[in-house]
């Protein structure tokens, strides 16, 4: 199961790693920086790069939630455990699937190619070719959507990588 940790907007990988060092290795399974893939230019040229999908957390998959909040104590004033009430509590089964179903292995969204056509939105490649739905407000120019994703029974706006090929009005 996915649990979230806080921890300081803009050092997440840091903060992930020396988590990683503080638990017990025998008590996760991964702890994860969720990113996504977009394209950025400098010079005139298009290059890819990486983000972070939730700034200011990551993520640990454990099924021992306890010893994993007992050894975050050492790091508390970097990195928090997110509780509901006052318990350290796994994000939802549907959330995690969701997810999943949209990150690779290295847990990246991978960028998304597809048009706009008569205004709706047909995605033909990438993570969100299903996702269409979920889709919120779409920048052309800088190839990036917003899309709205549940996290701890909360809708919260995420941006993810997506080329609009064409727009096509028929």
């Not at 649990?3 to 803009?10: A, H, K, R, T, W």
């Not at 991964?30 to 990486?50: A, I, L, N, T």
């Not at 292995?105 to 998304?112: F, K, P, R, T």
Request: aromatic letters at 10%.
């Amino acid at each position: 199961m996915w649990y979230v940790i806080q921890s300081l907007n803009g050092d997440e990988m840091n903060v992930c790693e020396k988590c990683r060092q503080a638990v017990p290795k025998d008590a996760y399974r991964d702890f994860f920086v969720p990113m996504y893939v977009c394209m950025r230019r400098y010079q005139g040229v298009w290059s890819k790069e990486q983000k972070v999908l939730f700034p200011g957390y990551f993520f640990i998959d454990t099924e021992q939630p306890e010893v994993v909040e007992k050894a975050l104590s050492v790091v508390a004033r970097i990195a928090k455990p997110v509780c509901v009430g006052k318990q350290f509590v796994p994000i939802l089964e549907e959330e995690q699937d969701f997810l999943e179903d949209m990150m690779d292995a290295s847990h990246i969204i991978q960028m998304s190619t597809g048009n706009i056509i008569n205004g709706e939105f047909d995605i033909y490649e990438g993570p969100l070719q299903e996702k269409a739905a979920y889709l919120k407000r779409i920048d052309r120019h800088k190839r990036i959507a917003e899309m709205e994703v549940r996290l701890l029974g909360k809708p919260r706006r995420v941006r993810v990588g997506l080329e609009i090929v064409k727009k096509i009005a028929v």
